[in-house]
């Protein structure tokens, strides 16, 4: 209806009549929220961009019960793409948590939408695990061989930008596994993947190839993308601390800086930030060895551990007085006997 009126003010000024005189009238909400959705369209052609999401962003399109889902889904991502445009970040994420993946699912133009869309939320609160995630499932929806890769190569790269947890270890090793021809194609990531897994030290910077190919890398549908390069240093250096304390209950901090290659500022930077977090137990000595200091990597045991250490030792050790006993016994029989 609002096509055959000439001219765009005439247009705003009906599509505006209508939204005010159907206001409140549930019989016809599916009619108001489309000739919102034209409006929001018009005032975003015409460049106010806040003045579209404002107009959008007031309907409650998920109580709409006569709506069709894919209306619905679509309605919901114009929302997210509105609110990331005018930078609404917590708006983007309450509006996301309206779709499910069951739904989305069904539509899978715009499932693809929707993972870009939320790649850029992921991006901006720097929750990479959701990030690589979102890769993967793009390397699922998407069809050309191209984009497959990478999405697949941005999917690791997001991983090797989280913090090390069991779910990251996780995700490494089901991209090692699954996703091992596709892998193929793609040996620097591959490589990537196999230095994080093992528990050995990872030299920085990287072999030539792998470290300018990764600290140039941007991840895809990112309007501003974060420099991987410190990043992808400080998730290097924790493996290398991690597996040190894997094999060392005490090392002086000068030793344990160039294993790093790092300062001794910057070393106990890194180690006070993994224990805070939890990921390890650690104790830095500065006045230890003539003021060098240590750091000690041995979670001191609980007294209850202590008492049960006690306890075997000591039934060990009548274990053996009862058998030394026997012995002398038998030994005293044996002399009887003759």
Not at 136 to 156: C, G, L, P, T
Not at 314 to 334: F, R, S, T, Y
Request: aromatic share 8%.
């Amino acid at each position: 209806m609002g096509d055959q009126v000439p001219g765009e003010e005439l247009q705003v000024e009906l599509i505006t009549a209508l939204l005010e005189i159907t206001k409140g009238k549930i019989y016809v909400e599916c009619e108001r929220a489309r000739l919102t959705m034209r409006l929001s369209k018009i005032k975003e052609k015409n460049g106010d961009t806040q003045g579209a999401w404002e107009t959008l962003v007031e309907l409650q399109i998920e109580t709409f019960g006569s709506m069709e889902k894919r209306e619905k889904c679509e309605f919901l991502l114009e929302q997210m793409r509105l609110s990331i445009l005018c930078e609404r970040w917590i708006r983007v994420g309450i509006i996301r948590n309206k779709i499910t993946d069951k739904v989305i699912r069904a539509f899978k133009d715009l499932e693809q939408t929707y993972w870009k869309l939320s790649a850029k939320l992921f991006n901006q609160d720097e929750k990479y695990l959701e990030l690589a995630r979102g890769y993967r499932r793009m390397v699922d929806i998407f069809d050309a061989e191209d984009s497959k890769k990478n999405y697949m190569a941005n999917a690791v790269v997001a991983a090797a930008l989280t913090e090390f947890d069991i779910e990251v270890n996780g995700l490494f090793q089901k991209f090692l596994n699954e996703d091992s021809k596709m892998l193929d194609g793609l040996p620097v990531f591959r490589s990537l993947l196999k230095l994080l897994t093992t528990h050995e030290l990872i030299a920085w910077p990287l072999p030539t190839k792998i470290h300018s190919l990764l600290c140039a890398f941007q991840l895809a549908g990112i309007d501003k993308p974060r420099p991987v390069e410190p990043i992808l240093k400080d998730r290097i250096v924790q493996h290398n601390i991690r597996v040190i304390a894997k094999y060392y209950t005490h090392i002086k901090s000068d030793r344990l800086a160039r294993f790093l290659n790092t300062t001794r500022d910057e070393m106990e930077d890194y180690v006070s930030a993994l224990v805070s977090s939890g990921q390890l137990y650690a104790k830095i000595d500065r006045l230890a060895e003539n003021g060098k200091g240590t750091v000690s990597f041995q979670r001191p045991e609980s007294a209850e551990n202590i008492l049960d250490g006690w306890r075997g030792n000591i039934e060990k050790l009548l274990g053996l007085v009862d058998g030394v006993c026997h012995q002398i016994h038998k030994e005293q029989m044996i002399h009887r006997a003759k």
